[in-house]
């Protein structure tokens, strides 16, 4: 895991394209978190339009998600970062990927605009953690560097 931040910032000094970059992001935390179950991104458009699918890793999950509906849509609306541990508990949770269990949802901001939403699911309630936290909000502000450029 110590290699997904240089590897994510060299792809970047290298002018990767947009969809490219969180392809590979996407491929990069899904191969080194074995007790993945989903990874990607959903896109922001217009503000309030829903945010659409972007590059992910994992099962097919719906093309589109409404403001403030989900984790992601949480994240998105709140502009903060969302974890929920046990998300067949929570209220809000939209069970598109059965074995999920776990859900971290970082938004990537440029000038207080939500540009889009980082995404992995864990197969285990307490997948995702501290660690794992650390190391998505580190990509997803090394994205919004490269993209409020």
Same mark, same amino acid.
Request: with cysteine.
């Given at each position: *895991?110590?290699q997904i /931040?240089p590897q $994510? +910032?060299?792809w970047? +000094?290298q002018?990767?394209?947009?969809?490219?970059?969180?392809?590979?992001v996407a =491929? !990069?935390?899904f191969?080194?978190w @074995?007790?993945a179950?989903?990874?990607?991104?959903? !896109?922001?458009? =217009?503000? @309030?339009?829903? !945010? *659409?699918?972007g &590059?992910?890793?994992g #099962? &097919?999950?719906p093309?589109?998600?409404d403001?403030?509906?989900g984790?992601v849509? *949480?994240?998105?609306?709140? #502009? +903060?970062?969302?974890? /929920? %541990?046990g998300?067949? %508990?929570?209220?809000g949770?939209l069970?598109h990927v059965? @074995?999920t #269990?776990c859900?971290? =949802?970082i &938004?990537i901001v440029c000038?207080? #605009? $939500?540009? =889009?939403?980082?995404?992995a699911?864990?197969?285990q309630?307490e997948?995702l953690?501290? !660690?794992e936290l650390e190391? *998505?909000?580190?990509v997803?502000e090394?994205? +919004?560097?490269?993209?409020c @450029?």
């Amino acid at each position: *895991m110590d290699q997904i /931040v240089p590897q $994510v +910032s060299n792809w970047i +000094s290298q002018g990767s394209g947009k969809i490219g970059l969180m392809a590979n992001v996407a =491929a !990069l935390f899904f191969g080194h978190w @074995e007790h993945a179950s989903w990874v990607g991104f959903y !896109l922001v458009g =217009a503000w @309030e339009s829903p !945010l *659409m699918l972007g &590059p992910f890793q994992g #099962r &097919p999950v719906p093309p589109a998600l409404d403001w403030g509906t989900g984790i992601v849509g *949480m994240a998105a609306r709140e #502009r +903060s970062v969302q974890l /929920v %541990h046990g998300v067949k %508990h929570f209220a809000g949770y939209l069970a598109h990927v059965a @074995e999920t #269990r776990c859900e971290a =949802a970082i &938004p990537i901001v440029c000038h207080g #605009r $939500v540009l =889009a939403v980082l995404d992995a699911q864990s197969k285990q309630v307490e997948g995702l953690g501290v !660690l794992e936290l650390e190391l *998505m909000t580190k990509v997803a502000e090394l994205l +919004s560097q490269a993209w409020c @450029e």
